[in-house]
T-cell receptor
């Protein structure tokens, strides 16, 4: 399967813990995006990378969130000191330039 | 501030009939619009798109119509099939903004036998 891969699919954590998610984009895609989707809402843009450079971050991305894309390949999204409001589906997507986005199946985070 | 709105949270249509999903936007700077389909436990999948220089785009059973003056677009599915049952998201973006999408809240379509 050469689609966008996300790991883990589900994560349950206690408030205050740190969590890290991984995304492997489609191999030839130079752009990688992180979105968050809460119940009853559409996906909301968090940040995007072009190759290894993080070019834009949403104001939704508080200081507790950090994303990296070393060597322009896979990406990680870390949330420090998780809060209950962080519970959501975290979606990764990739694209080749301005072409359409291909999404992964997401990581469902539940903060207890 | 919801810039892309899908006012119908759900829609039920009989198999073989037409499904019409609606979307409104408020930001007149949006110039490219997309529809994504989402099944449970999967990520959104691209369905069809339209540029603001067009008012219609067709792809098989799917047609998207754009009315720029009304800031409204719609997705028509003809004929509807049970496999079309999913949540449909409308999304909008500006050319040159790195495909950063603004999504609506989605419409759940159920196609009944």
């Amino acid at each position: 399967d050469t689609g966008v891969s996300q790991d883990p699919r589900h994560k349950i954590t206690k408030r205050g813990q740190n969590v890290t998610f991984r995304c492997d984009p489609i191999s030839e895609h130079n752009r990688l995006y992180w979105y968050r989707q809460t119940l009853g809402q559409g996906p909301e843009f968090l940040t995007y990378f072009q190759n290894e450079a993080q070019l834009e971050k949403s104001r939704l991305l508080s200081d507790r969130f950090s994303a990296e894309r070393p060597k322009g390949s896979f990406s990680t999204l870390e949330i420090q000191r998780t809060e209950q409001g962080d519970s959501a589906m975290y979606l990764c997507a990739s694209s080749l330039g301005e072409e359409k986005l291909f999404f992964g199946s997401g990581t469902q985070l539940s903060v207890l | 501030d919801q810039q892309v709105k899908q006012n119908s949270p759900s829609l039920s249509v009989q198999e073989g009939r037409i499904s019409i999903l609606n979307c409104d936007y408020t930001n007149s700077m949006f110039d490219y619009f997309l529809w994504y389909k989402k099944y449970p436990a999967e990520g959104p999948t691209f369905l069809i798109s339209i540029s603001s220089i067009k008012d219609k785009n067709e792809d098989g059973r799917f047609t998207v119509f754009l009315n720029k003056s009304a800031k409204h677009l719609s997705l028509h599915i003809v004929p509807s099939q049970p496999g079309d049952s999913a949540v449909y998201f409308c999304a909008a973006t500006f050319t040159g903004t790195a495909s950063k999408l603004t999504f609506g809240t989605g419409t759940r379509l159920q196609v009944t036998l």
